[in-house]
């Protein structure tokens, strides 16, 4: 498997860079058997030229098997900021030494081994849907891609003449919204700001559902940390998270506030074993 698939995260910035690391160690953890594929800065130095916190992470992914890569990165210079870099991501579509890529954003975690997509029948792309917006959107958090020098031209051209609110999803939903293959959101795509929700009709689906947090968290291969306005988990405080996590529905049902902290939890835990102590090598 190794040869024709990869999962691919892309970094911006050395704080994604410790996620990114974090989402290495996840997939090695749960047994995924693709190749990893790192695009990360061309700017940055490597690992072998200097031992700064950086040098050191990257030196981190390619102990836990990834191939680092060098990027240009796509910038936007205009629209919201949060987001100037995430064309970098697209770039996934030009990786041709591989016959179909998982694209995974960074601020998730992996639970469960993903390796299933890639035997999807073939499609140019396969994703979710943002199940948490009302107009059928495709969600560009994970994205199954076979690379192709024809796609990434398609990616190019909508880059250079996009429209100041179109960003990452917008170009992919310009392109493939219509034809992409459809990956279900569950268990591929879980927000962590459903456990705070009270209506969870969007998310399951179909009204003879009943929504059940520690079932859904068990089922879940993939969550992404999605909490406005409450910061990312490597941002929040104590008080932050204390402030924002879901009530209990009653005196002996607190499963959402205990799925919701896990998740915060194991992540603070996990960043502070693989990121804030890297191993001398």
């Known amino acids: 498997m190794k040869s024709d698939f990869a999962y691919c995260l892309y970094v911006t910035n050395p704080q994604y860079l410790c996620n990114a690391v974090m989402m290495l160690e996840s997939l090695e953890r749960v047994g995924t058997r693709a190749s990893r594929l790192l695009l990360f800065p061309d700017t940055w130095p490597t690992q072998e030229s200097t031992p700064t ?21 796509q910038h936007s210079t205009t629209g919201e900021p949060t987001w100037a870099d995430s064309y970098t991501k697209l770039l996934a579509f030009n ?47 994970l994205m199954l891609i076979e690379p192709s020098d024809v796609e990434f031209l398609k990616i190019m051209d909508q880059i250079q003449h ?13 392109l493939y919204g219509d034809t992409a293959t459809i990956i279900p959101h569950r268990p591929y795509d879980l927000l962590t700001g459903e456990f705070r929700a009270e209506n ?17 968290l068990q089922n879940a291969k993939l969550v992404h940390f999605s909490d406005w306005p409450i910061p990312k988990p490597w941002l929040a405080s104590e008080d932050d998270i204390q402030s924002g996590k879901p009530p209990c529905r009653s005196d002996d049902d607190c499963r959402d506030q205990d799925a919701w902290l896990w998740m915060y939890r194991d992540f603070s835990l996990r960043k502070r074993r693989i990121c804030d102590q890297i191993p001398e090598r």
Do not use: C
Not at 54 to 65: E, F, R, V
Not at 118 to 125: A, E, G, I, M
Not at 162 to 174: A, L, P, R, W
């Open 200 to 216: 969870h009709t969007l998310y399951l689906g179909d009204g003879k559902r009943t929504w059940n947090a520690t079932r859904e």
């Open 95 to 141: 990786q041709t030494q591989f016959k179909r890529v998982i694209s995974l954003d960074t601020d998730a975690t992996v639970l469960q081994s993903l390796d299933e997509l890639f035997l999807y029948p073939s499609t140019p792309v396969a994703a979710p849907i943002a199940y948490w917006l009302k107009d059928r959107t495709l969600s560009s958090q």
């Open 162 to 174: 996009h429209k100041d609110t179109d960003f990452d999803m917008e170009i992919v939903n310009n």
């Open 53 to 73: 916190p950086t040098g050191k992470l990257l030196a981190q992914a390619q102990h836990l098997g990834a191939t680092l890569q060098p990027i240009q990165l």
